[in-house]
């Protein structure tokens, strides 16, 4: 186990629907990021927090609103999503976020398959 | 933006034989590059990584390379074993890992 743990592990979901994401970690880690991977593209940088602030979105949709409470915990809000939403979604946290002079191994979490209908 | 090419897609080499992956990428200032191994059913997990100072690393049977100068990096997984069967993805990073899509290698006794 790699100390990322989400929630739920599958998910299907209407176009219509509202529902969450939980990632958790428990490796003490300033940064946590959400990432899209979807078959045959490379893994897509959604958000990035460091110390429970926004750093990045990377031109994500409204549809797609994520919360950090505190650098443990960072959740993903889902709504009205689209079929082309469906992937595997992935939570994942480094010490402190990458900056330029430093780099700083990501750990992921096995993922939330997500299926919208 | 940063992009990332990796080849082959799909590899598919005999127990004992060695494996080469190979990822090309354009920013020039991208300084750090790591390779992950993705199982079925579970997320990306680091198995070795490399900083733009160092030309060469290595742990046991898998060993990265990076040419700096021809901006492209590989990874060499030597002795290969069914348990190394799974999806390989390089990235490069300055400020965030942009990755490829990834090699899925498939290692048959």
């Known amino acids: 186990e790699t100390g990322v743990t989400q929630t739920p592990r599958h998910l299907v979901m209407g176009m219509t629907n509202k529902k969450s994401l939980k990632c958790e970690q428990h490796?003490?880690?300033?940064?946590m990021y959400w990432y899209k991977q979807s078959a045959k593209k490379p893994l897509e940088l959604m958000f990035v927090y460091n110390f429970k602030e926004q750093t990045e979105n990377n031109s994500v949709p409204s549809r797609f609103s994520p919360e950090c409470p505190n650098s443990s915990h960072l959740f993903l809000h889902l709504h009205t999503l689209q079929p082309e939403d469906s992937a595997l979604y992935l939570c994942?946290?480094?010490?402190?976020?990458?900056?330029?002079?430093?780099?700083?191994?990501?750990?992921f979490g096995p993922g939330t398959r997500l299926t919208v209908t | 933006g940063e992009n990332v090419e990796q080849h082959p897609s799909t590899l598919s080499v005999q127990e004992g034989d060695s494996a080469v992956i190979k990822c090309t990428y354009s920013?020039?200032?991208?300084?750090?590059f790591p390779w992950y191994k993705q199982e079925l059913g579970k997320g990306p997990q680091l198995i070795i990584d490399i900083r733009s100072n160092v030309g060469e690393k290595k742990d046991q049977r898998i060993a990265v390379t990076l040419n700096k100068t021809a901006k492209h990096f590989s990874l060499h997984i030597t002795e290969t074993q069914p348990e190394d069967s799974a999806v390989y993805f390089c990235a490069a990073a300055l400020y965030a890992l942009n990755f490829g899509k990834g090699t899925s290698l498939l290692v048959t006794p």
């Open positions: 920013d020039s200032a991208s300084n750090y």
């Open positions: 490796l003490g880690h300033n940064a």
């Open positions: 994942a946290s480094s010490q402190d976020r990458l900056a330029g002079g430093s780099s700083y191994e990501q750990y």
